[in-house]
């Protein structure tokens, strides 16, 4: 392609990270999915975006699906382009978007695992030995009180705790969309005994100590990867073989939330969705579990 065109490309991606305001996640997909698109047009000499057409669009998509690539992801190929030609006509730097109605193919959604109560209690009510698990314990409680995504307990502050008002105010959620959410009582046992020995962790020749709630034990805040890996280290010393990750905690506490309120607006607000159709999906895990309980109980249901 011209240099134009792979100029083009970069700008989008700096309109993203300047304008936008996008996650660096968002703009590092947007970007292998533009090169992507590149690649195809390299391949069948098509010299600028100006020259594509929807039908190459659809040729490029249905080679991703060939070769297996998911739904999910295709779809999301399709949306980059969308949004990068809504930026050329914009600068008016092309007069159409030849993604507009080119349709992807549908993405099965299946259904998140989560924990039965039982099974949380038993994680959640193992004693806390160490400086590390008293750390580690205030992350489990928050995230399954809170519903949390790890993005969003990784960025909290302690400034944004009101644990006499039992709240949390989520400054970076999906989209940077901020929101208040309750935080429940053995959390907040929980934190409070965390944030007594927090100070512990931070580093005597730090001229500005982090803001962050969970500190890691070099006085910094506490990355995801290493928040997952602590969360793996608690579940293998207390004997639960089944691999349990923060999005797990989220799903158990939405579905929970959804079993016994049945307020599906509610539970949108406090999982943060922007679409009431993201939250729906606990519908179908209590109908799955009503689903089983009839299997299991019917007499007309009952498997030989």
């Known amino acids: 392609m011209s240099p134009s065109s792979t100029q083009s490309v970069n700008d989008y991606l700096n309109h993203l990270k300047i304008e936008k305001r996008a996650s660096s996640h968002t703009i590092s997909n947007y970007a292998r999915d533009l090169s992507i698109l590149q690649d195809y047009c390299r391949q069948h000499q098509i010299p600028d975006w100006q020259s594509l057409k929807p039908h190459h669009i659809q040729a490029c998509i249905s080679a991703r699906y060939q ?34 109605h080119v349709k992807a193919p549908r993405a099965s959604r ?32 928050l995230f399954y009180s809170s519903g949390l995504r790890l993005s969003e307990l990784a960025s909290l502050d302690v400034a944004d705790l009101e644990l006499n008002e039992k709240t949390v105010f989520v400054r970076h959620g999906k989209g940077n969309k901020s929101r208040i959410v309750p935080v429940g009582r053995y959390a907040v046992k929980a934190i409070r005994r965390w944030l007594s020995i927090r100070p512990q962790f931070i580093k005597s020749q730090s001229t500005q100590p982090t803001p962050a709630l969970f500190l890691s034990k070099q006085g910094k805040r506490l990355a995801t990867r290493s928040i997952q890996e602590r969360i793996k280290h608690w579940c293998l010393k207390h004997g639960f073989n089944q691999l349990i990750h923060p999005h797990m905690l989220r799903h158990s506490f939405a579905s929970h939330m959804l079993e016994s309120s049945g307020d599906l607006r509610a539970v949108q607000e406090l999982l943060g969705h922007s679409n009431i159709n993201t939250t729906q999906i606990y519908t179908h895990l209590d109908f799955q579990y009503l689903a089983d309980v009839y299997d299991r109980a019917h007499p007309h249901a009952k498997k030989k």
């Open 67 to 100: 070769q297996n690539i998911s739904s999910r992801t295709i779809q999301r190929l399709l949306s980059a382009t969308r949004s990068f030609y809504h930026y050329l006509i914009e600068t008016n730097r092309c007069d159409h978007n030849p993604g507009r």
């Open 110 to 141: 299946p259904l998140p695992k989560t924990l039965d109560v039982d099974q949380l209690n038993g994680l959640l009510n193992q004693p806390a030995q160490t400086e590390l698990e008293i750390r580690d314990l205030a992350i489990l409680e």
